[in-house]
């Protein structure tokens, strides 16, 4: 098995791995495991983004089985893009989480038999979650990409019930509901693929699909599902309830990870699978959805009395922006830099919503409630978690020196040679509601608050984590450069922009 | 030695008024304060006219000096300030605040003497607005309701001079090689804005002469300011904008009759209406600030022939300059004289000479033969006669009638400022009358002493020793007319009656830029106010508190099961249609 | 990367870095905290005379890295640029000078130094910018950075000011980055260069290229307070006296005006904005400004807010400067630049001082200040009359360059645009100078704070002091080479003869 | 119309009725049960395209995408159970919607 191969290997094995352990060990092992676990996936990634620098795109089968029932892998720019994603969100998270799920027990605090089971169970389903996220980016056919959706909903699922609060477990339920959903739909796609043309590799699939009747139905069928999933603005009911009353990492790493992982599955199926297959009708109609979506969420962010729901509707708006590159179907010269444009918003995106998330979670630990009223004067005490919101609000509005401002800048200098114009118009009033939503928590952090302030002790390391995250985001700004050449190898878009018989 | 005799001209009040900052100093300030204008003096008697000073660092490259023109300006209105200086140091003695006057006195004297000196446009502008600002303190001086509110026009009408000589200046200033006075003037003549330019001058400039549309702030301004103060606004300060013409208009250069011929107009009316709205004065000072804006309505027609025919240029040039030189210092005496009459008399023989005193610049300023005034008026005569033009004989016969009416103007001045014996002031003291005493004796000595250059003063000089009938019938009659009033009870009863008050157009327009601004307010601002506020109080009443439940329930209605079963299959079918169609 | 090569970042830096410090200081580490703004601006204005000294001897001073393929972040040092940097760095010294004595014992304090340097920097970073995205990257961090100062009393009225000032100036950028995203669709990453290169463009696109125009001018235009976007300049009155007089005479308004100045002639070039049409509505807009805000400055009886409106009216002087054809008008809009920072930094320390040592704030409780206040109402009379334009102050300078450069256009109603504006000028500061020396003050003051002898403290009388030194001393020595004209001149020539 | 086809429609219409079955019913349990339905019906068009292959014996390769569906939906059906005992036995006396206090276990 090539080098490659054997990173990409490790990659998935390791989280899995440690999750086994956290739950066979128990007890207090869970956040070494996990240390663990994000040590090795930094290494093998490291490995595998030399690899790929050197040799292109890999693909390995995993234990020499090779598709169509064994396991087959598969790596190029995109999918590294996102396993740097998954990295650079889940090690934040990692550390995050030392401090929430604190392993010594706070004196002040009655022992609670349901809080510290939730502290300790979290890790597994965690890296649970973290290991499936990775199989979703390596898989190379249509079928591990359901078995890794699976994993990752249901490890998700037991997250959002950590809380065990009634509404957690209602939010939990409802979640489970709609990807189960999402994820029959996608089946019964594959199903009528595999009927089509009896292959589930997407590299093969990409040169035998054309447009028959059943591979149009076997798109629409996916992508609906992926939609679902995704969250995507008519079909987003789940997503406002489970991310914003679950615990702040947990909402982290959903918000971040799990919904750009669905979303990264409609780009490749629309990029390879079904490259030939796409029309611009349809790209269209899924671009109008994403723009629906940015001014619905962001304004139902505007009216949210609460931190975190208001963060969670700006998600709803934020993955708006991904569906804008949909609208370039058909246009080859500005639609391979509109994609470069999604991802790398997609990547910062995910930095920002972490950090925010984060942020949010520091605050409520320390002011005890979310409620946007009740924090005036938030800035004296935590002024880390603030600034750190501040920098992750920045990067959502796409102000210059951050990522979101690389991955606006792309797109718009696509939209403008493409000649949309209502995609510029609308990234831009995009921009605006974000710092609508960004600026009401600031605001109050400035204002000076006339009664004294009781603020509960939060630790040092929560604040760091969101404090880097940001930093992160805002620094995907300045290196833009070394990525975009990252997305290069494997041309994962070349499919879409050579298509350019059908106008 | 004559350029730091030049520099010490300018520089000398500046640096005395500086001495007012150290409280130590302020009795040895107080002390060489009024001589400050000596250094000006020597200068204009013994520096050659040809000399200039080039400081290329300082605002847009300095240059000062001495020509023709500047050293007969600068010879009267150094004397003039001296002489109110030494006035000035006796006659507030015992007022409070002296010192402020004096620092204000001080500047003014720095600005009006660096605008004789100046040799290029910016630092003539420059001193010229230090002039006219420094004067406000001058007369807003002894804080009455009248100084403010004759302050406060005088400042207005002084920022709306300031800035129509900006325009004019700047237009100018485009066309022209340097900042020079030369370049400035060809500027004027050739531009493509000539026209408008030399416009601007004449009202920017006109406005410090009290020509007649822009002249009411001079009755009020002059009377409230303190007798030395209103003696050098009345005496030198107003032909700092006489100065301003000859120096920058392009007189004897280029024909623009037109403008010429209005300027003719405008003077004789100026001339008449000033006597006559004088006449009805009941205030010595106001009479006299009234005799100031019809003489310059003279000084106006004068300029005005020169723009309408080139030509004539030397001679006007010389009647007016001679004209300036003798209303400056004839009037600055009446202004002192009116202060001495003012004192108590001890003996019946000083009263007699005072009013000798008075009469004597009295008798110049209205041409009596023999003075500077008689030469002045012949000079104006031939210049007006030089013209050429149609208006030429409309004022051979129209000058006469001007020195008819201010021969009676001045009887009115001698009629109210007549000294009694048993005044209750205070004792006469020689700081008092002995600066007035010069002046007045210079009236009429002065063109003897002073070394003519050109032929037409020599002449007209000569011309005006001899007594001759055209010349003073106009004051006989005048005299004539006068006593006639003065002794018939009924006719000067019914003359009392007309009593306009000063600054007489001022009074009506005042009321009119009331209601103007009355209108302005209520209607534009008050409803573009309201309309603003409207628009304010419906968006945070209604749409605001109105838009977040709605949306809320809006969203409930997007998020559950059911909308989102049909949309998802709506969207499955729009998907596959789409998909399929093309 | 050679001495030259990093100068600009080094002076972009030296305010980036105490900034970034002094956040971290705790509130009672005074002394830690002085030592480090001071050493900050001293050092900035060390490396600025550094780099005078560099250009002048003819070298080059270009920092270049590559933030994407083929956007390029570059920071340069032209004159023009200079001549702001100048401007800033002197004037921020004075400025943390002033806000030092002036925030004496108020809270927050090293927040609002940590976000003073951030905006300085910022400022340092406008002015330095070599290509328009570098411009566009400091211009936002500008809008970040002035955020807290406006909202920095954090009371309700100055929090509904900062939403006001976030809603203009975020608008105002988001069609910035529209224009220059558009652009750069034509001409891959627009740079500066002197005269502008925009003429060799395809004829075809001339009807995008005035649109472009016009975004970009309204985004910049937002800051420079051109009318119908100069909505938050009034209100965000409401920020301490340092934080109004920085941001309203050197950081803010001077980054639009910089900005329009910037765009007509370094990207457009100012004969091809002629030939495209463009210069006129601007003159136009800024001849309205310039009216517009003297007359709303008249029926102000709060002094902030008429010296606000003031500002809005004097920015306009500078664009109607630049979209007048021809060097004179140029010279004395590019002068002005320097010129209103220095007479309205004056205007506003003043009105600090007034704030603070008497707390009188509105115009009407100004009668006889100058009695009690000699020396700051001195100040204040020098900054007014050089408002106003009076001769030897440096406003009539760079009124007689605009007025001299409308004529040679042969745009005559400029002038009276100026006369008018001179005039109004007059009627809103010679009231508050007749009222403070020759009124008798109504009552007691409602605070009476004296330094010892002094008026008021010495580290906000020495500021006043110096910029009114400054205003009347640019005036009188405008045509040595070394002066603000010289330099301007300096520009001048070199944007014209390309 | 073979068989197989026959069945794979029937599995069409077996999904169609279970999205319907989720949509509208209210209750929890009766959700997952649609859900339940919809996932044989998947199985049951991925079966019938099994026999479709050529040379008599069916292919392999769906019947595994089968077994592995089922695991997942058993799994998911348990987890899906278990939160709706917890949804509706509401422990620790907290109504939902009141989530006041959101202190970290």
Redesign the interface.
């Known amino acids: 098995m090539s080098a490659s191969g054997a990173w990409m290997v490790s990659l998935v094995l390791a989280p899995l791995l440690a999750a086994s352990i956290a739950l066979v060990v128990g007890r207090r092992s869970g956040p070494y495991a996990a240390l663990a676990a994000a040590a090795a996936i930094v290494c093998s990634l490291a490995g595998l983004i030399g690899q790929l620098e050197r040799h292109g795109a890999a693909a390995s089968a995993v234990g020499g089985w090779g598709s169509p029932l064994g396991i087959q892998l598969h790596a190029d720019g995109l999918s590294v893009l996102m396993l740097l994603m998954s990295a650079l969100v889940g090690v934040g998270v990692t550390a995050y989480a030392w401090g929430y799920f604190g392993l010594a027990r706070r004196r002040d605090e009655p022992f609670n038999a349901a809080a510290s089971r939730a502290r300790e169970s979290f890790w597994p389903l965690w890296l649970f979650a973290w290991g499936g996220l990775h199989a979703l980016f390596l898989s190379g056919d249509i079928f591990n990409l359901y078995v890794a959706l699976e994993l990752l909903t249901l490890s998700a699922v037991g997250l959002i019930g950590l809380a065990n609060q009634r509404t957690a477990s209602f939010a939990a339920l409802r979640y489970l509901l709609a990807s189960l959903v999402g994820s029959l739909f996608y089946l019964l796609g594959v199903a009528l693929l595999y009927g089509e043309y009896a292959v589930l590799d997407c590299q093969r699939l990409l040169e035998l699909v054309q447009g028959t009747r059943a591979t149009t139905c076997a798109l629409a069928l996916m992508t609906l599902g992926l939609m679902l999933k995704t969250a995507l603005f008519p079909l987003h009911f789940w997503l406002p309830l489970a991310h914003g009353n679950s615990p702040a990492p947990v909402s982290a790493l959903l918000s971040s990870l799990v919904v750009t992982a669905c979303f990264y599955a409609i780009l490749r199926l629309w990029c390879t699978v079904f490259a030939n297959a796409g029309t611009p009708g349809a790209g269209m109609l899924l671009a109008l959805l994403g723009a629906a979506a940015i001014v619905y969420g962001s304004l139902q962010a505007i009216c949210q009395q609460r931190l975190k729901m208001l963060i969670a509707y700006s998600t709803v708006a934020q993955v708006g922006y991904l569906f804008l590159g949909f609208a370039f179907l058909g246009r080859s010269a500005s639609a391979v830099l509109a994609w470069q444009g999604v991802v790398y918003y997609a990547l910062s995106h995910a930095c920002a919503k972490g950090a925010m998330f984060l942020a949010a979670g520091s605050i409520m630990r320390s002011a005890g409630h979310d409620q946007l009223e009740g924090l005036a004067g938030i800035g004296k005490q935590l002024p880390v978690s603030v600034f750190a919101f501040g920098l992750a609000g920045m990067s959502l509005m796409g102000l210059p020196p951050s990522g979101g401002f690389v991955g606006k800048w792309l797109l718009l200098r696509a939209a403008l040679e493409a000649g949309l114009w209502w995609v510029a118009v609308t990234i831009l009033a995009g921009g605006l509601l974000a710092a609508g939503y960004t600026f009401p928590l600031l605001e109050r952090a400035l204002a000076n608050r006339a009664e004294p302030w009781v603020a509960r002790r939060v630790p040092r390391g929560m604040e760091l984590a969101s404090l880097v995250l940001a930093l992160c985001a805002v620094a995907l700004g300045l290196v833009a450069a070394q990525p975009l050449e990252l997305l290069e190898i494997g041309a994962p878009f070349q499919p879409l922009a050579s298509q350019e018989a059908n106008p | 030695m004559s350029v730091a005799l030049v520099l010490l001209a300018a520089a000398a009040p500046l640096l005395v008024a500086l001495l007012y900052l150290f409280p130590k100093l302020r009795g040895v300030a107080g002390a060489i304060g009024p001589w400050c204008a000596a250094p000006a003096l020597a200068a204009a008697a013994c520096v050659q006219p040809d000399l200039t000073i080039e400081w290329p660092w300082l605002l847009l490259g300095l240059r000062l000096g001495l020509d023709p023109t500047g050293r007969m300006f600068l010879a009267f209105t150094s004397l003039l300030y001296l002489a109110a200086g030494i006035y000035a140091r006796s006659y507030l003695e015992q007022a409070a605040d002296g010192r402020r006057f004096v620092v204000f006195y001080l500047v003014a004297m720095a600005g009006n003497l660096g605008l004789i000196l100046a040799q290029d446009t910016l630092t003539f502008l420059a001193c010229y607005a230090t002039m006219s600002l420094a004067a406000y303190g001058l007369i807003t001086h002894d804080r009455r309701e009248e100084s403010w509110r004759a302050g406060r026009i005088y400042v207005a009408l002084v920022v709306l001079g300031e800035v129509l000589l900006f325009a004019g200046l700047a237009l100018a200033a485009t066309q022209a090689e340097g900042v020079a006075f030369e370049p400035m003037r060809q500027a004027m003549a050739r531009g493509p804005w000539a026209e408008v330019g030399v416009t601007l001058l004449l009202v920017g400039f006109g406005i410090k002469l009290g020509v007649v549309p822009l002249h009411f702030w001079l009755p009020l301004a002059h009377p409230v300011a303190p007798t030395p103060a209103s003696a050098v606004l009345s005496g030198a300060m107003i032909k700092a904008g006489l100065l301003g013409w000859l120096r920058f208009l392009p007189l004897g250069d280029v024909t623009q009759p037109e403008i010429g011929g209005s300027c003719v107009v405008v003077g004789f009316l100026t001339a008449f209406y000033g006597a006559l709205v004088g006449l009805t004065q009941r205030n010595a000072k106001t009479v006299l600030a009234y005799s100031s804006v019809s003489q310059m309505g003279l000084v106006l027609v004068a300029i005005g022939t020169a723009l309408g025919a080139p030509a004539a240029w030397p001679t006007v040039f010389s009647a007016v300059a001679l004209f300036a030189c003798h209303h400056a210092v004839a009037k600055s005496a009446l202004f002192l004289g009116t202060g001495v009459a003012a004192v108590r008399f001890n003996t019946s023989w000083q009263r007699g000479l005072v009013v000798a005193g008075l009469l004597l610049p009295a008798l110049a300023l209205a041409g009596a033969p023999g003075t500077m005034g008689a030469a002045a008026k012949v000079g104006l005569k031939y210049a007006t006669a030089a013209g050429g033009s149609a208006w030429a004989e409309a004022s051979a016969w129209l000058l006469p009638l001007g020195s008819l009416a201010t021969t009676l103007l001045l009887c009115r001045f001698l009629f109210l400022a007549w000294p009694r014996m048993h005044q209750q002031a205070g004792p006469a003291r020689p700081g008092l009358w002995l600066p007035w005493l010069v002046l007045s004796a210079s009236v009429s000595g002065l063109p003897w002493v002073v070394p003519w250059s050109n032929d037409h003063l020599v002449e007209w000089t000569r011309a005006a020793s001899q007594v001759k009938w055209e010349a003073i019938w106009p004051m006989i009659l005048g005299a004539i007319l006068a006593m006639g009033v003065w002794r018939g009870r009924i006719v000067s009863a019914r003359l009392a009656a007309w009593r306009i008050p000063a600054g007489d157009i001022l009074v009506p327009g005042e009321r009119l830029a009331e209601r103007l601004l009355a209108v302005w307010n209520r209607y534009l601002v008050g409803t573009l106010a309201h309309a603003l506020w409207l628009l304010r109080s419906w968006w945070s009443a209604t749409t605001a508190p109105r838009f977040t439940p709605r949306f809320s329930r809006l969203s409930a209605a997007v998020e559950n099961w059911g909308t989102m079963g049909v949309l998802a299959t709506l969207l499955a079918l729009a998907l596959a249609a789409l998909l399929w169609l093309d | 990367m050679s001495w030259s090569q990093c100068l600009p970042l080094l002076v972009v830096a030296s305010s980036l870095l105490p900034g970034i410090v002094i956040f971290f200081l705790p509130e009672e580490r005074r002394s830690w905290r002085t030592t480090l703004n001071l050493s900050g601006a001293l050092g900035k204005i060390v490396l600025v005379a550094l780099m005078l000294w560099g250009v002048f001897q003819g070298e080059r001073f270009v920092v270049r890295y590559?933030?994407?393929?083929n956007?390029e972040f570059r920071l340069h040092a032209d004159p023009l640029s200079l001549l702001f940097v100048t401007l800033s760095a002197t004037l921020w010294l004075l400025t943390t000078i002033y806000a030092i004595g002036y925030l004496e014992g108020s809270?927050?304090r090293s927040?609002f130094f940590g976000f003073f340097s951030l905006c300085v920097a910022a400022t340092t970073g406008i002015a330095v910018a070599g290509n328009l995205l570098t411009f566009?990257?400091f211009y936002?961090?500008l809008t970040?950075a002035t955020?807290?100062l406006v909202?920095?009393?954090?009371?309700?009225q100055s929090?509904s000011a900062?939403?006001i000032y976030?809603a203009y100036t975020?608008?105002g950028?988001?069609a910035l980055?529209?224009g220059v995203?558009?652009l750069?669709?034509f001409v891959g990453t627009p740079e500066f260069i002197e005269g502008g290169y925009l003429d060799e463009v395809d004829p075809r696109h001339q009807g995008s290229l005035v649109r472009i125009f016009a975004l970009m001018i309204l985004g910049v235009g937002v800051k420079a307070a051109i009318v119908p976007l100069h909505g938050w300049l009034p209100s965000a009155m409401v920020a301490p006296a340092p934080v109004s007089a920085l941001l309203h005479a050197v950081a803010v308004v001077k980054a639009g005006a910089f900005g329009v100045v910037r765009i007509v002639y370094d990207v457009f070039g100012v004969e091809f904005c002629s030939t495209l049409g463009v210069t006129e509505p601007l003159a136009m807009a800024a001849a309205v400004t310039i009216v517009y805000g003297s007359i709303r400055a008249l029926?102000q009886d709060d002094l902030k807010r008429r010296l606000a409106f003031s500002t809005v009216s004097q920015v306009s002087y500078i664009i109607l400067g630049t979209a007048v054809l021809g060097p004179?008008a140029t010279l004395g809009g590019i002068v002005h630049l320097v010129h209103q920072g220095v007479m309205k930094i004056t205007l506003f320390f003043c009105a600090g001082n007034l704030a603070e040592a008497l707390g009188v704030h509105r115009v009407s409780e100004l009668n006889g200040v100058g009695r009690r206040m000699p020396w700051t109402m001195a100040a204040f009379t020098v900054g007014a009359l050089g408002m106003?334009?009076?001769?030897?102050t440096a406003g009539?300078?760079s009124?007689?360059y605009l007025?001299?450069?409308?004529?040679?256009a042969?745009e005559?109603w400029y002038?009276?645009v100026?006369?008018v504006s001179?005039?109004l000028n007059?009627c809103y500061f010679?009231p508050i100078v007749?009222a403070a020396w020759?009124k008798q003050p109504a009552g007691p003051w409602p605070v009476d704070q004296r330094a010892g002898r002094l008026e008021t403290k010495l580290s906000l009388l020495v500021p006043t002091i110096a910029t009114a030194l400054l205003v009347v001393g640019f005036?009188?020595?405008?045509?040595?080479w070394f002066s603000p004209?010289g330099w301007a001149s300096l520009i001048v020539e070199r944007e014209y003869q390309r | 119309m073979t068989t197989a086809q026959f069945y794979a429609l029937c599995g069409v219409v077996l999904f169609a009725i279970g999205f319907h079955g989720v949509v509208t019913r209210a209750h929890q349990l009766r959700k997952l049960l649609s859900v339940n339905v919809m996932g044989s019906g998947v199985f049951l068009v991925l079966v019938a395209l099994a026999s479709r292959a050529t040379g008599g014996h069916p292919d392999p390769v769906p019947h595994a995408m089968v077994l592995t569906g089922i695991v997942v939906a058993i799994s998911a059906t348990a987890v899906a159970l278990s939160l709706v005992r917890r949804v509706h036995e509401g422990d620790a006396g907290e109504a939902p919607g009141d989530d006041a206090r959101e202190a970290g276990p």
């Open positions: 590559s933030l994407l393929p956007v809270p927050n927040r566009l990257i936002e961090l970040l955020y807290p909202v920095h009393r954090g009371t309700t929090l900062g939403r976030l975020l608008a950028s988001a980055l529209l995203v558009w750069s669709s029926y004179l106003i334009g009076v001769p030897p009539f300078i009124k007689w007025a001299m450069g409308a004529s040679a042969e005559p002038i009276l100026l006369v001179s005039v007059a010679l007749y020759f005036g009188l020595l405008a045509s040595v004209l």
